[in-house]
């Protein structure tokens, strides 16, 4: 008895490919250290400006399309140009550490970069000509340019893990029920995409924070006495 598998084409292969590996690099389980981070949110829960469902999303609404998060997937599309064409994105790189706002908002950025890069090695050898350290989007980006990860979905999934990350934060700040979260990722999936749609064309000169609380916040979190997360 002849058993025919169905050969899968390469196109169909390298799509697949990049989905499993978008799913692995920014999954909770990948060894960055999310998880310890709330960006400022855990400030904003204390002080009263985050307190239900609704002032959560549109806090993170703000931050997407006015604050952090969107100058982040700038510095993501410009990244993965700049990796794409064989750079080495050190002008990203320096211009995203000095963008950060804070001393726990440099400290995200940074220490969640420089741990990606070290666990990617399972996937390739160290990649030659990156600084020694580098902000989070900016690592994740060159490393889907190096590996032939289109933009696009790429950063839809780095503003998912994003988003995905501090939602989890702020259900058990606030406290809000797990459904709320799951509720709340429905909501902002169109947010996700059309951010990551403008942000793909976008260039560095799309730069720019209107999210003026919330970089408030982050100073504010590096001062308050009793804190879960390190910022």
Same mark, same amino acid.
């Given at each position: +008895?002849?058993?025919?598998?169905?050969?899968?084409?390469?196109?169909?292969?390298?799509?697949?490919?990049?989905?499993?590996?978008?799913?692995?690099?920014?999954?909770?389980?990948?060894?960055?250290?999310?998880?310890?981070?709330?960006?400022?949110?855990?400030?904003?829960?204390?002080?009263?400006?985050? #307190?239900?469902?609704?002032?959560?999303?549109?806090?993170?609404?703000?931050?997407?399309?006015?604050?952090?998060?969107?100058?982040?997937?700038?510095?993501?599309?410009?990244?993965?140009?700049?990796?794409?064409?064989?750079?080495?994105?050190?002008?990203?790189?320096?211009?995203?550490?000095?963008?950060?706002?804070?001393?726990?908002? #440099?400290?995200?950025? +940074?220490?969640?970069?420089? *741990?990606?890069?070290?666990?990617?090695? #399972?996937?390739?050898?160290?990649?030659?000509?990156? *600084?020694?350290?580098?902000?989070?989007?900016?690592?994740? *980006?060159?490393?889907?340019?190096?590996?032939?990860?289109?933009?696009?979905? =790429?950063? =839809?999934?780095?503003? #998912?893990?994003?988003?995905?990350?501090?939602?989890?934060?702020?259900?058990?700040?606030?406290?809000?029920?797990?459904?709320?979260?799951?509720?709340?990722?429905? *909501?902002?999936?169109?947010?996700?995409?059309?951010?990551?749609?403008?942000?793909?064309?976008?260039?560095?000169?799309?730069?720019?924070?209107? =999210?003026? +609380?919330?970089?408030?916040?982050?100073?504010?979190?590096?001062?308050?006495?009793?804190?879960?997360?390190?910022?």
């Amino acid at each position: +008895m002849t058993i025919n598998t169905p050969i899968t084409p390469m196109a169909d292969l390298a799509a697949n490919t990049a989905l499993v590996r978008l799913m692995t690099w920014l999954s909770p389980t990948f060894p960055v250290g999310a998880f310890s981070y709330s960006h400022g949110i855990e400030r904003a829960v204390h002080g009263g400006l985050i #307190h239900d469902k609704p002032s959560l999303q549109d806090w993170l609404v703000d931050l997407m399309n006015h604050g952090s998060v969107w100058n982040d997937a700038v510095l993501f599309a410009a990244s993965w140009a700049d990796a794409d064409m064989g750079g080495n994105c050190l002008e990203e790189t320096e211009l995203g550490e000095a963008m950060a706002g804070s001393k726990e908002r #440099h400290m995200e950025a +940074m220490l969640q970069g420089n *741990a990606f890069l070290q666990a990617i090695g #399972h996937w390739s050898t160290a990649e030659s000509g990156v *600084a020694k350290e580098m902000p989070y989007p900016v690592a994740v *980006a060159m490393v889907a340019a190096r590996h032939k990860v289109a933009c696009e979905p =790429a950063l =839809a999934a780095y503003l #998912h893990a994003v988003v995905s990350n501090l939602i989890q934060g702020a259900v058990r700040l606030v406290p809000l029920g797990q459904s709320h979260g799951v509720s709340l990722m429905a *909501a902002v999936e169109t947010q996700i995409l059309a951010v990551a749609e403008r942000a793909a064309r976008s260039s560095l000169d799309d730069l720019g924070s209107a =999210a003026i +609380m919330s970089d408030i916040m982050a100073m504010q979190h590096e001062t308050q006495y009793s804190r879960v997360f390190r910022s």
